[in-house]
């Protein structure tokens, strides 16, 4: 092997090839520094002597299925300039690493296509070794995303873990980028982004978010010009519920064992879109069997069908008409949960309707965190939490899978 190969083969430049041995299965190169190389890690300066070395063995890109390793006697350089003491810089490998920049590299090109796990198993290091290689790539690039280009955002939280461990998430609706990751939910999760985002310049114009009084306080606080838009999504979520709730109360109350008979297990039947009802189970006969018995939950579903209308209106003002009409339906329709929700509808008309000005919502996020859930199965478990948030800052370059 010549001096000429390391360079060309493995990237090494300033050092020459000394001998080969062959340990373990393992090919063990012996190289040493070129002292016209040599210079002064602190001031760059090249006039040095030599004050000792330090033997270590380097780890790098495997050759045929074998294991390759670089040993070098690490020089210790005294600078005539500015008078320190200090080991020389390598050129193929960082400070306190025992791998090459070249087996880095390597191994982040093996976790576009493989887990931490069988990377590490593959090169035959530690799972730690190579979760630090990936770490350290995912803090270089994506750990202070900008944030001058933001227009249109979304925010919302995901639960992580037992004991309501929650993250903050803040999507880039237009690259469809995460650029944020606050630990909590609500206001204070957010603390860090609104600095940024104030010192980043961006002109944000519209924030989707849900009905939280957390969210809705700081987006008015830090985003005085930026329009809200509530959730679709949540909204007709949110309606749901209440629906659900009230078939639970209906079913009761219930005094017929006919009554309790039809209305058990149809929860999903009201929550499905009527388009969805399966044919084969007979879904739709049962639900509107259902509904026949009991005229609040018929009101209250049809109700919630109809809502689903406002968000395919011509425009705004034909949209604002609708919301007029149906929350004042709900008002006389003498089911409680309908005129609560219609009193709900009315404190954030104006975010609903700003839907037409910015026609967003959090449902990319939705799916955001579903990859984020998709993450946590891959690792089972959180054992570092930053490291958590950098892949999911990441996620926009990342493929997902669940084997199995």
Not at 58 to 70: C, H, L, S, Y
Request: aromatic letters at 10%; hydrophobic letters at 40%.
């Amino acid at each position: 092997m010549s001096t000429s190969i390391l360079y060309h083969a493995f990237g090494l430049r300033g050092y020459r090839y000394v001998r080969t041995r062959y340990d373990g299965g393992a090919v063990v190169f012996g190289i040493e520094h070129v002292p016209k190389e040599l210079f002064c890690s602190k001031c760059g300066s090249r006039e040095v002597w030599c004050r000792g070395v330090e033997k270590r063995v380097f780890r790098a890109v495997p050759m045929g299925g074998k294991p390759v390793f670089f040993q070098l006697d690490v020089q210790r350089v005294q600078c005539h300039v500015c008078n320190a003491v200090r080991q020389v810089r390598l050129g193929f490998a960082d400070p306190r690493r025992t791998y090459t920049r070249g087996f880095e590299r390597y191994a982040v090109g093996l976790l576009r296509h493989m887990t931490i796990k069988d990377v590490a198993a593959h090169l035959g290091v530690s799972w730690d070794t190579i979760k630090d290689i990936q770490k350290r790539r995912l803090r270089r690039r994506f750990s202070r995303p900008k944030l001058k280009h933001l227009r249109r955002i979304a925010i919302d939280e995901i639960c992580i873990g037992r004991g309501y461990q929650y993250l903050t998430v803040v999507l880039d609706l237009q690259s469809g980028a995460v650029v944020y990751v606050g630990d909590g939910k609500g206001s204070e999760a957010l603390v860090s982004f609104w600095k940024r985002l104030r010192a980043s310049g961006a002109r944000v114009k519209a924030v989707a978010i849900d009905m939280s009084p957390a969210y809705i306080e700081a987006v008015r606080d830090n985003l005085p010009r930026a329009a809200i838009v509530f959730d679709h999504f949540h909204l007709v979520k949110l309606l749901n519920e209440k629906l659900s709730n009230l078939r639970r109360e209906l079913h009761r109350k219930a005094q017929e064992k006919r009554m309790k008979g039809v209305m058990k297990g149809t929860r999903w039947l009201l929550l499905k879109n009527p388009e969805n009802l399966d044919p084969k189970r007979n879904e739709k006969e049962r639900l509107e069997e259902a509904l026949r018995l009991n005229q609040p939950l018929a009101t209250a579903y049809y109700m919630k069908e109809d809502l689903r209308r406002l968000w395919s209106q011509q425009g705004k003002r034909a949209a604002g008409k609708f919301l007029k009409d149906w929350i004042a339906r709900a008002k006389v329709s003498g089911v409680g949960m309908l005129v609560k929700f219609a009193q709900t509808l009315c404190a954030h008309r104006r975010g609903i309707l700003a839907y037409y000005n910015h026609p967003i919502s959090t449902g990319p996020l939705e799916g955001t965190n579903t990859k984020i859930r998709v993450i946590q199965r891959q690792a089972y478990g959180l054992r570092d939490r930053e490291f958590f948030k950098l892949r999911i800052l990441a996620l926009h370059e990342s493929r997902l899978a669940l084997v199995g």
